[in-house]
Every structure is written in C-alpha cells, then in structure tokens.
C-alpha cells in the first residue's frame, strides 16, 4: 500500500511567522508532489507541484523535496491569518494509471495574530 | 480558467435509495476522479476514469459505481445508499503527464438518513 503520512497538527504560528509543514511518502520511486489548500467548507486548491529535488519558490511558498529521505515540506513565510487552512500533501507515484495522486489526511494550520 | 462542476453542493437521501451524483468538466480533460472525504481519514479515491468508457477501482470502490460515457462528464452512482455513505464526495480532473495538477469541483455532501 502506497502511503503518504502527515502530521495532522494542528500547527500554531504566530502572524508573521514561518510555517513548516511536512509530508513523507513510501515510494522512493515517485515522480512529482503536490501542496493543495482546503480552507473549511471548501474544496481543495493547488498551491505548487514540485518534481526535482531540491527547493522551488512561489512568492511566500517554497517547496522543498528530498527524494533520497522521502520527503517533501512547504514552507509558509510572513504567514497571514488567511493562510489557516488544512494543506493537503499528495503524490503521484511511479505506477498506477490515469494521473492518480494519493493523498495525505493533511495538517490544520493556524496562523494567530 | 478550469472549471469542475457538480450537480448538488448538498443532498439528503434516504436508506436504500439509488443515487446518482454529477460532475462536468469544461477543459477536455482525459481523467477525471472520485473521491470521497472524511474527517480524520483525508480524501479516499473511489473510481477513476481515463477514458471515455474506461474505469478503474480506486481505494474504496465498494458500493459504489461510475459511468463515463462522454469525456466531459463523469457520474458516481451509489446502488443503495447507505448510511455510512454519509460523506462529502468530491470530483477531480486532469490532463495526462506527471506534471499535471488535478483540479476540484466544490463538492457535494451527502447525507444518508
């Protein structure tokens, strides 16, 4: 079974902080990794995919992937009170048809003021 | 602009009802998904469909059944409610290609009474 584990937090931060949030995968041969948003009541939105090692940046997100230790991080920065939300880590892993992603329970953050 | 839609945001059905849940997709997609969230169990893939016609079983398929017969439209079916098919079930597309997010429609929670 293909796994994708996360700390279900929830993660406090204060405003203006560096969030962290984590994901682990199974499958060292994976191809590529996705950070969705859900905020309550809604349904998930990308905020970045990252397939090569190493860090990739989108304004205040940067993702981060180690392929050799399995795992990949989203770094949050200058959090805002908006950002309180569920990040949801999913993987596409190496077989399996159809673009299928599996998906970690996600981790609540809370950016306080 | 993606756009995945759904035919209810809420339903209420009854036990041993058949019901029929929708989802369109506007951007000729060949993928297009199932899913079906609970709290503390994340979003489990029920079916998925790569083609038209075409389908498999995802984690959690049993009780359940799709039907693709055009590429924009894809129809989860719940033989005989149940009630713990009291869940919100959302829907996903994609393009094909490892790089290539899924993008979500707004859901629809189901209640089964």
């Known amino acids: 079974q293909k796994e994708v584990e996360q700390n279900s937090g929830p993660l406090s931060v204060p405003e203006g902080a560096i969030a962290s949030l984590n994901c682990t995968y199974s499958d060292r041969g994976s191809q590529s990794f996705f950070w969705y948003r859900q905020y309550s009541g809604k349904s998930p939105e990308l905020i970045m995919f990252i397939y090569s090692n190493g860090d990739k940046e989108d304004g205040r997100f940067t993702a981060q992937l180690n392929k050799a230790s399995q795992y990949v991080s989203l770094l949050i920065r200058d959090s805002q009170p908006s950002d309180s939300a569920t990040y949801l880590c999913a993987v596409r892993f190496r077989t399996g048809g159809g673009n299928k992603l599996t998906f970690g329970t996600g981790t609540q953050l809370k950016v306080e003021l | 602009d993606v756009k995945v839609t759904q035919s209810s945001r809420y339903l209420v059905k009854r036990t041993g009802e058949k019901v029929f849940l929708e989802c369109v997709q506007d951007m000729d997609h060949e993928n297009m998904f199932w899913y079906r969230q609970d709290p503390g169990l994340g979003l489990r893939l029920i079916y998925f469909?790569?083609?038209?016609?075409?389908?498999e079983k995802g984690d959690i398929p049993e009780g359940y059944s799709v039907s693709r017969e055009k590429k924009e439209r894809f129809s989860l079916i719940l033989e005989s409610a149940s009630t713990n098919q009291t869940s919100m079930y959302l829907c996903?597309?994609?393009?094909?290609?490892?790089?290539?997010?899924?993008?979500f429609g707004p859901g629809t929670r189901l209640t089964v009474t």
């Open positions: 996903a597309s994609s393009q094909t290609g490892p790089s290539y997010e899924q993008y």
């Open positions: 469909s790569y083609d038209v016609k075409m389908k």
